[in-house]
């Protein structure tokens, strides 16, 4: 399978504390993309990082890329309990690669 | 305001009937496509569409059926050779080349087959 796979599966954290969440893939790829899903919802594309950068920040969001570990990190700081939701990553290359998710809580 | 609009929101079916999903999007984007959600799995692509009158196979084609005689639209029909049709489906649609920028979803058609 060309899928990503995020790391962990679910992840419960306290309002306030960071979320960190990985993909890991294994094409070779264009970018590197990560959506949100709130339960029963479409998804909504949250941040694009291209597969020649390393590091994006977007308000509370940061997204690395290693394209040599072909792997990729969301960091969500300063949690908050709308926060909650399903989160994917999609290594990009002839087809977009979207991984199981990452379910985060945030309880608070 | 400008998206993706899929309708009905919830379908139930009887085995062996045909489904028509409804997608309509007003953001003038070149490609579109149909996505299949299964519990515990990722989206799953099921066709996709970069022009009107043309559109390719994704990797769970089979028992489905697309057409684009229009750019704003891209209905995707289940038809009853699909054995396990129960699932969210998920429209999206993006600018230029297919899987190249980001991709804008609708809310989702969830089909429960009785």
């Known amino acids: 399978s060309q899928q990503g796979e995020e790391d962990p599966q679910a992840l419960s954290i306290q309002e306030g504390e960071n979320a960190t969440m990985n993909c890991s893939y294994k094409?070779?790829?264009?970018?590197l993309q990560w959506y949100r899903q709130n339960s029963g919802r479409g998804l909504v594309h949250l941040i694009l990082?291209?597969?020649?950068?390393r590091e994006k920040h977007s308000g509370r969001l940061r997204v690395t890329l290693d394209t040599s570990k072909k792997s990729s990190s969301l960091l969500i700081t300063a949690s908050r309990a709308a926060d909650t939701a399903s989160y994917f990553c999609a290594p990009t290359g002839n087809q977009f690669y979207f991984g199981t998710g990452t379910s985060l809580t945030v309880i608070p | 305001d400008g998206g993706i609009t899929q309708s009905p929101k919830y379908l139930f079916r009887k085995e062996g009937q045909n489904v028509t999903l409804s997608c309509e999007q007003n953001?003038?984007?070149?490609?579109m496509y149909w996505y299949r959600q299964d519990p515990g799995q990722g989206l799953r692509l099921i066709y996709y569409s970069q022009i009107v009158n043309d559109f390719q196979k994704g990797d769970i084609a089979e028992g489905y059926s697309v057409s684009r005689e229009k750019k704003e639209s891209f209905p995707l029909t289940v038809t009853s050779a699909q054995k396990n049709p129960t699932a969210f489906y998920l429209c999206?649609?993006?600018?230029?080349?297919?899987?190249?920028?980001?991709?804008?979803f609708g809310e989702g058609s969830r089909l429960t087959v009785l």
């Open positions: 094409t070779s790829i264009n970018n």
């Open positions: 990082i291209r597969s020649n950068e």
């Open positions: 999206a649609s993006s600018m230029g080349q297919a899987f190249t920028g980001e991709l804008f």
């Open positions: 953001l003038n984007h070149d490609a």
